[in-house]
Nanobody
Framework: QVQLVESGGGLVQPGGSLRLSCAIS????????MGWFRQAPGKQRELVAT???????DYADSVKGRFTISRDNALNSVYLQMNSLKPEDTAVYYC?????????WGQGTQVTVSS
C-alpha cells in the first residue's frame, strides 16, 4: 500500500507564495508518475502539475511560470512551490501518484488566497 499526506496549505495574500509538501510512505518502487491536482468549490478537479521520473514535467496553462513541481526520491516526497498566487488559485490541493495512472491520492490541503 502507498499513503500520501499533504501539508503546507493555508491562507496567503494575493501575490504571495506557498510551498506544499506531500509525504509518501509504503512501496514506491513502481511510483513513476507524481502530481498535484486541485478542486475549487463548484469546480471539477483539475491537473496542476505532473512529473514522470526520468521523463517529463507538465503544468496547467494557468500556473505556468508561477508554480514548480519537484520531488525528492531519497525523502519520498513531492513538493509544489506556488508563487504569485491569485484568488483563483484558491482550492483544495491533492497529491497523487502511481506507476502510470494516478492510483494513490492524499487527503488534500486547503489553499486560500485572499486579502
Amino acid at each position: 500500500q502507498v499513503q500520501l499526506v499533504e501539508s503546507g496549505g493555508g491562507l496567503v495574500q494575493p501575490g504571495g507564495s506557498l510551498r506544499l509538501s506531500c509525504a509518501i510512505s509504503g512501496n514506491i518502487r513502481s511510483i513513476w508518475r507524481m502530481g498535484w491536482f486541485r478542486q475549487a468549490p463548484g469546480k471539477q478537479r483539475e491537473l496542476v502539475a505532473t512529473n514522470t521520473r526520468g521523463a517529463s514535467t507538465d503544468y496547467a496553462d494557468s500556473v505556468k511560470g508561477r508554480f514548480t513541481i519537484s520531488r525528492d526520491n531519497a525523502l519520498n516526497s513531492v513538493y509544489l512551490q506556488m508563487n504569485s498566487l491569485k484568488p483563483e488559485d484558491t482550492a483544495v490541493y491533492y497529491c497523487a501518484a502511481g506507476p502510470v495512472q494516478f492510483d494513490y491520492w492524499g487527503q488534500g490541503t486547503q489553499v486560500t488566497v485572499s486579502s
